[in-house]
């Protein structure tokens, strides 16, 4: 009984979180296999991680008695435990099948690989990629780490901006293969208002982060987001249209100095952003025709 009442009570402290700042040894298991990089050639990746694997189960599981505390012991109790549990012939098996019948699969800047019809130069490699990209989305059995995997009823998407080339220029049996076609219309400035407050990793948050690191409380205020927005859709229209990537652009430029001079060796400063800072840092260089593209 008295042995069972001090488990009970060690068990109840430790539901609670009274014993995690105490140390315990436990034995962890470690598996000691050489470095080595398996070669294979093209399309046949997949047996190089077979092989690492079966070489892997041939070495013994040695044990490693450590001292650590008690919080960071019942995570790695607990992940081993629950790795006996998963029984990961099952896992692949059901994630092969919801891959053949749910999978999408998103082919992005599909635009590159896009050429006018020539037979010389670069325009013949682009040709080899589309006709080995072309099998995969017919409908083909592909060989992978966890076996043959088909293609039938994959979705698959393709994007590309399409500024230097046109959805023409693919080959015809590819653009057979994404029937259905949609524009997307340029971004306007409403929507880079969007892009720069709804975002949980908006490009304002970011930096706000980062300069807090530097000890520089950094916050914007509403007219500012907007003359960021605006001069985001002018350098767009004026240069060439990268999409929401130029915020990337504005922003560096816009917090240039205060990057620059917060090196966190200074009490915690404050600095708000508003539209006239905006337009003193950004209103010459952005508002101007970008001349540059005219010239040959």
Do not use: C
């Not at 060690?10 to 609670?16: D, Q």
């Amino acid at each position: 009984k008295a042995e069972g009442g001090t488990r009970d009570k060690l068990r109840k402290l430790l539901r609670m979180g009274e014993l995690n700042e105490r140390f315990v040894e436990i034995e962890t298991q470690e598996i000691k296999m050489p470095m080595m990089e398996v070669l294979t050639p093209p399309g046949a990746e997949g047996m190089g991680f077979n092989m690492k694997e079966m070489f892997g189960n041939l070495f013994p599981k040695k044990t490693k008695r450590r001292r650590i505390k008690v919080a960071e012991a019942r995570e790695i109790l607990i992940t081993e435990e629950a790795e006996k549990l998963v029984d990961m012939d099952k896992v692949h098996t059901l994630a092969k099948e919801r891959t053949e019948q749910s999978g999408i699969i998103f082919i992005d800047e599909i635009d590159k690989i896009a050429g006018a019809e020539r037979m010389g130069g670069p325009d013949v490699s682009r040709e080899g990629v589309q006709r080995d990209i072309l099998p995969i989305v017919e409908g083909s059995v592909i060989s992978t780490k966890y076996g043959p995997v088909k293609t039938d009823y994959m979705l698959f998407i393709a994007a590309g901006a399409f500024h230097t080339a046109k959805v023409s220029d693919l080959i015809p049996e590819l653009q057979g293969r994404f029937p259905i076609r949609v524009k997307l219309d340029a971004l306007t400035q409403e929507d880079f208002e969007k892009i720069l407050t709804q975002p949980e990793n908006a490009v304002t948050k970011q930096y706000t982060a980062l300069l807090s690191a530097d000890r520089v409380k950094l916050s914007f205020t509403a007219d500012a987001l907007k003359e960021i927005a605006k001069f985001a859709y002018l350098a767009n229209e004026n240069a060439e249209n990268i999409g929401a990537r130029r915020l990337h652009t504005v922003m560096e430029n816009l917090l240039d100095d205060i990057s620059f001079n917060a090196n966190g060796q200074h009490p915690e400063i404050e600095l708000a952003i508003d539209a006239a800072y905006v337009d003193e840092h950004l209103g010459q260089e952005f508002q101007e025709d970008d001349i540059h593209k005219y010239i040959l």
